[in-house]
């Protein structure tokens, strides 16, 4: 569940009170996140900002709405941007980049509060990637959340949190998301820009010098197995071990994203024998 919608979205047309809008029913600021690990200059996602306030005054029951709608289809919600309930940054309508904007309060534990209060314990995931301060960490924890470890950003951005032996157990552990590269394609480009790091993986992984990009994707998948997380979610790019030609997504542009198709040929017994073996080994 993306925490923000389209400036063009029905959910805007029909409850403008909502939203930070201006006299013309424009965005008033929009959301983004600052300059970080994906983009030098931040992301501008040109999303209108909620008006907490007002959404407060009916215990929440927009967004009660989108909770029990979705969970009609779905059994787990994945909650995108998470840290956003926490503090978002505001960019000034207008602004190119996402450079010029500032922290703004979310709703925090009272919001969370108020859906347990109408709809019980939420199955949820909390995307907590980016800028996750201490403050984030509390109200994810307040509700036992289970957060998200990346294993590309444990040797990308010196998070040792995404490490496989110091993951904690409520944790769904990742070996990339739809914002990385894919892992065959990260270790390439890791391999060819940043050779000490490409040692360490190695060394993490016990591989030779010369060992493929394939075989590192292969032993980053187990890898993941073996983690002390709960639950192990592997893009399937990454389980056919395939380069960046087939990414899915480029954060910060527009053009290609999301067009990479999985084939019906790649689903073949080899394949689920494979998957078959990796999961009885780790109890998974």
Known sequence: MPLFVAPDSSDVWANPNLFELDEMGQPAKVAGVPPDYFSKTGQLWGNPLYKWDELAKDDYAWWRARF????????????????????????????????????????GIEFFATMRKYLGKLPIIAE??????????????????????????????NDDRCLPIIIDKNSVVYTGTHDNDTTVGWYNKLAA???????????????????????????FVEYAYASNADTVIIPFQDILELGSESRMNLPGTIGDNWEWRCLKSAFTPELAGRLAELAARYSR
């Open 128 to 157: 907590d990637l980016g800028i996750i301060t201490p403050e984030v960490d509390d109200l994810k924890n307040e509700f036992y959340f289970p957060g998200m470890k990346v294993l590309h950003f444990a040797f990308e951005s």
């Open 68 to 107: 029990e709608l979705l969970l009609k289809t779905v059994d787990i919600v994945r909650v995108d941007h998470f840290r956003g309930f926490e503090a978002y940054w505001a960019v000034p309508s207008g602004e190119t980049t996402a450079v010029n904007g500032q922290w703004l309060k979310g709703p």
């Open 193 to 219: 820009e940043s050779p000490t790091t490409a040692k360490c993986v190695r060394e993490l992984l016990g591989l030779a010098d010369d060992s493929a990009a394939e075989i590192a994707g292969h032993r």
